[in-house]
Structures are given as C-alpha cells and as structure tokens.
T-cell receptor
Framework: GNSVTQMEGPVTLSEEAFLTINCTYT??????LFWYVQYPGEGLQLLLK?????DKGSNKGFEATYRKETTSFHLEKGSVQVSDSAVYFC???????????FGTGTRLKVLA | DARVTQTPRHKVTEMGQEVTMRCQPI?????VFWYRQTMMQGLELLAY????????DSGMPKDRFSAEMPDATLATLKIQPSEPRDSAVYFC???????????????FGPGTRLTVL
C-alpha cells in the first residue's frame, strides 16, 4: 500500500543554519507529493507541492524535488529563521483515491 | 479570504455525553475530510466525502462516531457516547478534485480541541 516515512524529530537548529528534513514514499503509479506546515495552535497549511518526477516545489525559501528514482521528496531551506519553528508533514496523494497519506510529522525548533 | 471554519473551537465534556463538531468548507470545494490529531497517534484520517457522498469512513470507530454532510456548506462529526480516549484536536479540511482524480490542495480549519473528562 501507499505510505510516507519522514525523519523523526525534533530537529533543533540555530538561526541561519541549513535545514533538511527527509521524506521517502511508497506508492503505486505516479503520486503527487506535498509538504504541509503546522504552526502552534493552527491547522496544517500547504507549503509546497510537486506533481511529477523531477519537479521542484518551492515557497518561502523552502524547496523539495520529486525524485522518483529514490522515491524521495526531501525538504530543504538554506537559512532557517526562528519563525520557521513548526511541525512539517510530508504527504502523498495517489491518483484516484482523493485522500492524502501523511507522514508522522517532524518538529523543527529554531533558536535565536 | 476564504477559510474553512469549525465550531466549537474548544469543547470540554463528560464521558458519555454526545459531542457534535461542525465544519463549513470553503464555498465551491467538493471534497471534505475529517482528521484527528493526538500526540501519540499523530494525524489520523477519520472520514472523507466527495460531492457530499461518503467515500471512506474506515478510520472511524463505527460504534460511536458518525460523519455526515447534510448540505454542501456543512459537515458534521458526532461522537455518542464520548470517552476520555476521544480527547484530541479534530480538524476539518476541504479541497477541489482535479482531473487526475486527486485533491490539489487541502485547506485545513483551525480545529476543535475536545477534552472528555
């Protein structure tokens, strides 16, 4: 079946450090891939997405590239800020099912 | 700025009581999801609807949970009777399906924080 595996948290970084949060997936066919972010006390919101192999999604300085050969969609940011502290969820949407498969979430804490 | 709204935002109740949570999806969205989030289990999909028809409710405990969409502007999640283990944050999300039979983006509401004593 379809599944998403993302790295365990929490991840603690100093401001301006480089961020990588790993995400790998298992799916039949060609799923769309997403990163969602959840700030404290709020619902999830879309950060970026990619719908086909080799696509790069980007938003607010975050990037992720859809790698079909390694079934990965790792999230990166070159210089994190305190305001990036949140929980990040990797997700996939398999064609024809309408629902998403979410990873377990990775908590990021950025220290000033 | 279109948003998903959920009521109530907070609910404290006693074990055995009925709880009803409401969600107003974004106007025009045809797919609605209910999730539950806890520290231990993370984010769990309880049920979802497309064009008001239930597609999958296998994530819900059938004996006590029920989900409905009486019309396109209202989705409800009911727990009867409630138990302490139901304490969680319940999120509603809505979206539009695409030509690939997928939801392009899910828009989440702010959640209902439920505490069952």
């Amino acid at each position: 079946g379809n599944s998403v595996t993302q790295m365990e948290g929490p991840v603690t970084l100093s401001e301006e450090a480089f961020l990588t949060i790993n995400c790998t997936y298992t799916a039949t066919g060609y799923p769309s891939l997403f990163w969602y972010v959840q700030y404290p006390g709020e619902g999830l919101q879309l950060l970026l997405k990619a719908t086909k192999a080799d696509d790069k999604g980007s938003n607010k300085g975050f990037e992720a590239t859809y790698r079909k050969e390694t079934t990965s969609f790792h999230l990166e940011k070159g210089s994190v800020q305190v305001s990036d502290s949140a929980v990040y969820f990797c997700a996939l949407s398999a064609s024809g099912t309408y629902k998403y498969i979410f990873g377990t979430g990775t908590r990021l804490k950025v220290l000033a | 700025d279109a948003r998903v709204t959920q009521t109530p935002r907070h609910k404290v109740t006693e074990m055995g009581q009925e709880v009803t949570m409401r969600c107003q999806p974004i106007l025009g969205h045809n797919t609605v999801f209910w999730y539950r989030q806890t520290m231990m289990q993370g984010l769990e999909l309880l049920a979802y609807f497309r064009n008001r028809a239930p597609l999958d409710d296998s994530g819900m405990p059938k004996d006590r949970f029920s989900a409905e969409m009486p019309d396109a502007t209202l989705a409800t999640l009911k727990i009867q009777p409630s138990e302490p283990r139901d304490s969680a944050v319940y999120f509603c999300a809505s979206g539009m399906t695409s030509g690939r039979a997928e939801v392009d983006e899910q828009f989440f509401g702010p959640g209902t924080r439920l505490t069952v004593l």
